[in-house]
């Protein structure tokens, strides 16, 4: 029979109840014709492309033409698109993490948090803005010729003057006072500026005229706000964060009108409400092989969940060392070059995320897949499991499990002409305790026709509490279509 390895992750608060966990895979679905409706394959590695000498973390990643900008440790760098990389200028930033940029075609506009600076392509020229109260800047987007900025801890909206935005007066001022929470982020998205409040969020447009331009979107207000100034992510032609509202927060949204629709699971939900602090969360997004994905990562919780647009399904990704997971070494994004950059929230390691590579800069990768053993509508108790089995009629007390075989690719081998492992463990009480790891080959170069398979897998009493797990670490193409179950009821 069938076991239902596909799917997306999900562990619940109990896992007896649901204990599907995916690190490093993410599913892609076949149209008809296609052996199975889906298929798991492996996250992108990582692979080295420019380390930078201040150190790390990197904290943000802008392209603009021909250039890739970075900063990295409090300074501001530039990457040519052979990864040659060169120092610009050396930024006061009020601590390593994330910093805000945005460009207006031919200056960078870098929000530092109580201070900002610009950076002018033309003139190769990095300065402070040192304006007579100017205010600071938290994030910073760009939208109609201006620079529309907020200071964190106000209800203040500010804005540049008029393209090419070297003014910044702090006259030019709007206040988002239709609710008292005090404003988080600014992004702008299809000629409108988003103003993410704590526990709200407002649309505003231009609307000419003298002075401060811009103005809310009369009926544009809505009741859900954002938990993280760098959540905000745009993506898939909309809006992505990670929300709060008055009743609490956690819940990951997008934009869809003025509205926020929920996108995360109850699963992912609980597991960000059980962090210590979600304020910190970071998102960006990136398009891969047709593959939309927002990627969300928590520093304090040490996890990245990753939803994929195109599929609307949850994975996790992570960085595997010391025998755990934590979360992914990607703490900003860029697509520049053609290629998808990330940096290293750790150092000045540079990246490109590279979906034929499968290693983390030479590091392993590991993968990881556990899932229940039946369907949910399947049991040792019900008419359908019994029949499946040939034995109607008959409670059975055991299930003896013969053998679990993995429909993957198989043959892709290792470099040194040798075969990668997979290793299986399984528990028989929801996923509480686990058995002994047992390693299968998935064969040598080649071997196209190697059986990934595990015998004499033990008997459980409680068959809708076996799950089974599988993973992996050598560097190798991981796909994989399905896993076929041979199991039969005992009367003992």
Not at 205 to 216: E, L, W
Not at 393 to 400: C, I, L, P, S, Y
Request: charged content about 15%; glycine content about 12%.
């Amino acid at each position: 029979m069938k076991t239902p390895i596909l799917g997306q992750t999900y562990v619940a608060r109990s896992v007896n109840a649901a204990a599907s966990r995916m690190v490093n895979l993410f599913p892609e679905f076949v149209p008809d014709g296609g052996k199975e409706p889906a298929f798991l394959m492996r996250a992108p590695g990582l692979t080295l492309k420019v380390t930078f000498g201040a150190g790390g973390p990197i904290q943000a990643l802008h392209a603009l033409g021909n250039w890739l900008y970075v900063v990295a440790h409090g300074t501001l760098y530039k990457v040519d698109k052979n990864n040659s990389g060169s120092q610009i200028g050396v930024l006061t930033v009020d601590n390593l993490g994330p910093v805000s940029i945005a460009d207006n075609g031919q200056s960078l506009f870098i929000a530092c948090g109580s201070t900002a600076w610009v950076y002018n392509t033309v003139t190769s020229v990095l300065s402070q803005i040192t304006t007579s109260g100017f205010p600071g800047a938290s994030t910073v987007t760009f939208m109609d010729g201006y620079f529309v900025y907020n200071v964190a801890g106000t209800v203040d909206v500010y804005s540049t003057d008029y393209f090419p935005a070297t003014g910044y007066d702090a006259a030019m001022v709007g206040a988002a006072l239709a609710t008292s929470d005090n404003v988080v982020a600014v992004k702008a998205d299809h000629d409108e500026i988003w103003v993410f409040k704590e526990r709200s969020t407002q649309v505003w447009y231009n609307q000419g005229g003298t002075g401060f331009p811009f103005s809310v979107i009369q009926g544009s207000t809505n009741e859900i706000g954002c938990a993280a100034a760098f959540s905000v992510t745009k993506l898939d032609n909309t809006l992505f964060w990670l929300g709060r509202d008055i009743n609490g927060q956690g819940i990951v949204y997008r934009a869809n009108g003025y509205a926020g629709e929920r996108v995360s699971t109850h699963a992912v939900e609980w597991h960000i409400q059980s962090y210590s602090t979600i304020s910190d969360a970071i998102g960006y997004g990136y398009q891969q092989d047709g593959h939309t994905f927002y990627v969300l990562t928590f520093p304090s919780g040490n996890a990245t969940w990753v939803y994929d647009v195109s599929t609307g399904m949850w994975h996790e990704r992570g960085n595997f060392s010391a025998g755990v997971f934590g979360r992914h070494l990607g703490n900003c994004h860029a697509f520049f070059n053609g290629l998808n950059y990330v940096g290293d929230y750790q150092n000045g390691n540079l990246y490109v995320l590279d979906s034929t590579v499968y290693q983390d800069n030479g590091a392993i990768q590991k993968w990881l897949r556990s899932w229940r053993a039946l369907p949910t509508d399947q049991d040792d108790l019900s008419r359908a499991f019994r029949k499946n089995l040939g034995i109607p009629g008959v409670d059975f007390k055991r299930t003896a499990h013969h053998s679990l075989q993995l429909d993957c690719e198989s043959g892709v081998g290792l470099s040194d002409g040798t075969s990668p492992q997979v290793m299986l463990r399984w528990s028989d009480d929801g996923g509480h305790t686990w058995s002994q790891e047992h390693w299968a080959s998935m064969g040598a170069v080649g071997n196209y026709g190697q059986r990934v398979i595990w015998r004499r897998l033990g008997m459980t009493r409680k068959i809708r509490d076996r799950v089974y797990e599988v993973s992996g670490t050598d560097a190798v193409k991981i796909a994989i279509i399905g896993a076929e179950l041979q199991l039969s009821g005992t009367d003992a």
